[in-house]
């Protein structure tokens, strides 16, 4: 069973910056792996994957201002998230999946964790 940790969610001020962490024991080399985020309401988006290849892709609102990276030594999968807005307000989720190359579609990802939640204030 793969388990994904999510942590590193909290309140911050628009303008801000958070550093969210995907603790993934044995699972970050060799297998596609993402966040996505959910605000009430609204269903699951795709923020950012990250291919085996360590090749990336960002959803458009995350372009610029996001960024997914591996620490692949420690297991862990990290989303940095710069010049935060309240509609980055949410749960955001760790996925991961054994395919090489991942999609956007959150129906893609067959492991997820279970959440972490980010909120940002005017």
């Not at 801000?16 to 605000?39: D, E, I, K, V």
């Not at 190359?101 to 279970?114: L, N, R, Y």
Request: proline share 4%; with cysteine.
């Amino acid at each position: 069973r793969v388990t994904l940790v999510e942590s590193g969610g909290g309140s911050v001020q628009a303008g801000g910056s958070l550093r969210l962490s995907c603790s993934a024991p044995g699972y970050t080399y060799n297998w596609s792996m993402g966040w996505f985020r959910q605000a009430p309401g609204k269903e699951r988006e795709a923020v950012a994957i990250v291919n085996s290849d360590g090749t990336t892709k960002y959803a458009d609102f995350a372009k610029d201002r996001f960024t997914i990276s591996r620490d692949i030594p420690k297991d862990t999968l990290f989303l940095q998230m710069e010049r935060l807005t309240p509609e980055d307000t949410g749960t955001y989720y760790c996925t991961a999946d054994q395919a090489l190359v991942a999609t956007m579609a959150p129906t893609f990802f067959d492991h997820w964790g279970q959440g972490t939640q980010v909120t940002v204030s005017a």
